[in-house]
């Protein structure tokens, strides 16, 4: 069982994510933990600090209100009840960072709002983000997805750090019994064909069968997230993972990383794990 962790304001792509939420917490028997961030205000005259700010459990309230009014609608059978948290915080990332570490969470689910021209290069959304920042997994759910059983997962690698990144996504994929088709984008180098034949016999090594290699030739002249877009086969994958890297200030604030951009374009869910 799984901890979920779900942020929610209110709007239509936080909706739907929910609603995917719902059936992967479904089919994975896990807890989902609703999560609101309250903008803080900083005072400017001598207002009582309770008056001044939002009232947390009046927040809470309306937040499982509207999960039970969304089940009502969505005619959900059998939903476990959410545990709820409401905290203050300006930076949404930041408090869904301290709701994670609260609660313990496994991962969290939450929508992707879109950026198109300068906003996504300079401001992006709250889960890009989050994604840039965070240590832990994040699924990004596209707004007008709708949940589809998990049964084929691509998942992009340069191969070099398999055994670690398998450690991650073996576990992920046996939860669904799905299969974990690796992504290997050959560029002829001088280490390619060591690092795929070592990851053939890693790969046949492992106690879970439902693992592949597929090679696809690479093109210095597109992205990662670009080629991945081209080569997917999107009517058949129901989850594209990346692993990030660190990336200096400047490549965020230009071009923002491969899986930052992923999420922002991807027609299909992006699960986001930091390289180790």
């Given amino acids: 069982m799984l901890n979920i962790l779900v942020p929610n304001d209110y709007s239509p792509e936080a909706k739907n994510a929910l609603r995917y939420a719902v059936e992967f917490a479904a089919q ?3 807890q989902i933990i609703l999560y609101h961030a309250i903008p803080e205000v900083m005072p400017i005259n001598e207002i009582p600090y309770e008056n001044y700010y939002a009232d947390e459990v009046d927040e809470e309230n309306l937040l499982m209100e509207s999960f039970l009014n969304m089940a009502k609608e969505e005619n959900w059978p059998s939903v476990k009840s959410p545990k709820i948290l409401v905290n203050f915080s300006n930076r949404v990332s930041d408090g869904i960072q301290a709701a994670f570490e609260e609660f313990k969470a496994d991962i969290v689910i939450m929508g992707t709002h879109g950026a198109s021209g300068w906003r996504k290069y300079i401001l992006g959304t709250n889960t890009s983000s989050l994604i840039a920042e965070a240590n832990f997994p994040v699924l990004a759910i596209p707004a007008n997805y709708n949940f589809k059983p998990i049964y084929h997962i691509v998942y992009s ?15 992920f994929a046996k939860i669904f019994h799905a299969v974990l088709d690796i992504f290997y984008f050959d560029y002829a180098g001088t280490e390619s064909e060591k690092l795929m034949l070592d990851a053939e016999q890693y790969i046949r090594g492992l106690n879970y069968q439902n693992v592949k290699l597929t090679v696809k030739k690479g093109n210095l002249e597109l992205s990662i997230d670009e080629q991945l877009r081209k080569n997917l086969d999107e009517s058949n994958t129901q989850i594209v993972t990346l692993f990030k890297n660190k990336h200096n200030w400047m490549d965020d604030l230009l071009l923002g990383s491969n899986s930052r951009k992923m999420a922002m374009q991807s027609p299909i869910p992006i699960l986001i794990f930091k390289k180790a």
């Fill in 157 to 171: 690698s340069d191969l070099i750090n398999l055994s670690s990144e398998l450690d991650f996504m073996v576990p």
């Fill in 28 to 30: 994975t028997n896990s």
